[in-house]
Structures are given as C-alpha cells and as structure tokens.
C-alpha cells in the first residue's frame, strides 16, 4: 500500500461518512419513530478516526521509502568505490557558479511552491521555494535525495555563508 493509496482511501471515507451522517439526522429527527441507532453513530465514530490517523501512516510510508531508496544508493556508491568505479559524484559536470552547493539533502515533503528538505542527520528541515532551486539540483520531489544546488541569490538573501556551504558537504 502507497501513501497515494491511503490518501485516496481517506478521502472515500470523507465521502462514505456523508450519507451516514445525513442518516442519523433523519432517524433522530422523525415524529414518528424518534430513533437514533447506536451503530450508525459508531461507525460515524471508527470513519472519523480513521480520516485522523491515515494520513499520518501515509507520511511514515513515505518516509520509510525515502529512507530505504537512499540505503540503497548509498550501498551502491560504497560499493562503486571499493570496487574502483569511477562514482557519480566523480563524473558530475563542475557546480555553476550562480548555484550554492547543499549535500546529503533529503527531500521530506513537496508541493506545488516548495520543497521541505533535510541534511543528513535527524531535524525538522527547512522550506526554500521551488523558484530558488538551481535548475541543476538533483533534488526536486518527495523522496529524493543527493546533492541540492540553491540559487546564489537566494543564500545571500538568507544570510546563508560559505561555511555552510562547507559543513554541508
């Protein structure tokens, strides 16, 4: 099961959770037989918990799936260097010179104007808009990882130094 998958099964139950709810007002409110069925309102109770708890299930999946794709890449580049392979960092054309150079970037969330973003290492992360991502960043989706180049502007703008340029890295 996706993260996908889940957040388009909350959204059933948002759907699903409607007519039920239309259902028991109906039944509580008829003169004629006042009628107020226990079941209904526990599963408007089970529906409703479950729409708070998934999508939380959604963001540890994807999570988990960020980090085992970066195992993985990082188990094949360890084992491109012991075995004398040229690595991909080796291979890489030079960084431009309007790009500042962040490493081990973890990207924990995207929308549609901005990347969530995390160095190696546990922490909250930080947003930088899509607009000051150098169009050479490796890094651009939910999940990815590698090396993220941040439009020079943009750092100066954030007071962001060259030393931090080399902790990163």
């Known amino acids: ?19 039920l709810k239309g259902a028991q007002r109906f039944l509580s409110s008829s003169k004629c037989a006042p ?5 209904i309102a526990n599963c408007i109770r089970v529906i409703e918990m479950a729409i708070d708890v998934l999508p939380s ?3 540890h999946i994807a999570q988990l799936q960020s980090d085992i794709a970066f195992e993985k890449a990082s188990n ?6 012991i075995d004398g392979k040229p ?17 081990n970037v973890s990207v924990i969330k995207a929308t ?14 930080t947003w930088i808009p899509l607009e000051c991502v150098h169009d050479d960043s490796e890094v651009w989706r939910a999940g990815d ?6 439009k020079r502007w943009y750092v100066e703008k954030q007071g962001w130094t060259e030393a931090d340029e080399d902790d990163q890295s």
């Open 57 to 59: 299930l959604a963001d």
């Open 87 to 103: 690595s991909e960092k080796a291979i890489k054309s030079p960084v431009p010179d309007d790009a500042f150079v962040i490493e």
């Open 1 to 19: 099961m996706t993260p996908d998958d889940i957040n388009a099964m909350v959204r059933t139950l948002r759907m699903a959770v409607i007519p």
């Open 145 to 150: 990882r590698g090396t993220m180049l941040v």
């Open 76 to 81: 094949k580049l360890l084992l491109e260097q």
């Open 112 to 125: 549609a104007k901005a990347l969530l973003f995390r160095t190696a290492g546990p922490g909250i992360g």
């Open 35 to 39: 009628f107020d069925p226990p079941g």
